[in-house]
């Protein structure tokens, strides 16, 4: 089986990992002896990717400078620059569309994610919706739980409006089929979980729970414990 593309979510900041990223961005921040987008990376080419689309923006010369064509990674790398403004993760997507087929896979730049990306595209692909998210029944134990889902489909969605019956929580990988960005066609600047949250509303957003936990370097714990777990 073919994997789709991967777009991997690149651009942002890292605020909240400042103090430690020393002005890197989030991608290249060390994990052991290596920048983590070089974990990222084998992970994908282990899953079984091809190619990956990097959308960037903060610092985007060093990403490129040390990821180049993706070729020692065994990857086909491209990159879509967000250009002088952020664009939002959304934003960023959209405006990358002349480069992804009509189907692809997301995921955010900060995010170490070991979980059968096969059989998420096959449970995608049988579900005939305009998107798919990952979920993970969280508890808010790594971070804040965010979904809530009935075991058949997601009923709620929201990263702001957060409520009793959400125990779930978006694990960090999607796919999408470009109709689901059509109600978003003219703006340019806006994030994934609008697009989320307009395809929960049409009932268009298919889900499949990873057992898993998830790894990401967004806050300084995570980094702690992604370090952790590939030392094991």
């Not at 991608?27 to 689309?53: N, T």
């Not at 403004?85 to 960023?92: E, K």
């Not at 900060?110 to 096959?122: E, F, G, N, V």
């Not at 978006?170 to 089929?177: H, R, T, Y």
Request: hydrophobic share 35%; with cysteine.
């Amino acid at each position: 089986m073919s994997c789709f593309p991967i777009v991997i979510l690149a651009g942002g900041y890292g605020t909240r990992v400042s103090s430690i990223a020393n002005n890197l961005p989030k991608s290249l921040i060390p994990i052991g002896k290596e920048p983590f987008v070089a974990h990222q990376l084998r992970l994908l080419a282990s899953k079984g990717f091809k190619d990956v689309l990097m959308c960037v923006g903060y610092q985007s010369d060093q990403i490129k400078n040390f990821v180049k064509d993706g070729n020692a990674f065994h990857l086909n790398v491209k990159y879509a620059h967000d250009g002088d403004q952020l664009l939002g993760t959304g934003g960023a997507i959209q405006s990358a569309f002349s480069q992804l087929p009509e189907n692809f896979f997301v995921v955010y730049g900060d995010a170490y994610l070991q979980c059968d990306y096969a059989d998420i595209q096959k449970t995608f692909e049988k579900s005939c919706k305009l998107g798919l998210m990952t979920i993970y029944k969280n508890n808010n134990q790594w971070d804040k739980s965010n979904v809530e889902y009935d075991g058949k489909k997601i009923c709620c969605y929201s990263k702001t409006h957060i409520t009793q019956s959400m125990s779930y929580i978006d694990f960090g990988l999607n796919i999408f089929s470009k109709k689901a960005f059509l109600s978003f066609a003219k703006k340019s600047h806006f994030d994934l979980s609008e697009v989320h949250e307009s395809l929960v509303k049409q009932n268009e957003l298919a889900a499949y729970e990873v057992e898993e936990r998830f790894y990401e370097i967004g806050s300084i714990d995570g980094i702690y414990a992604l370090e952790k777990h590939l030392m094991q």
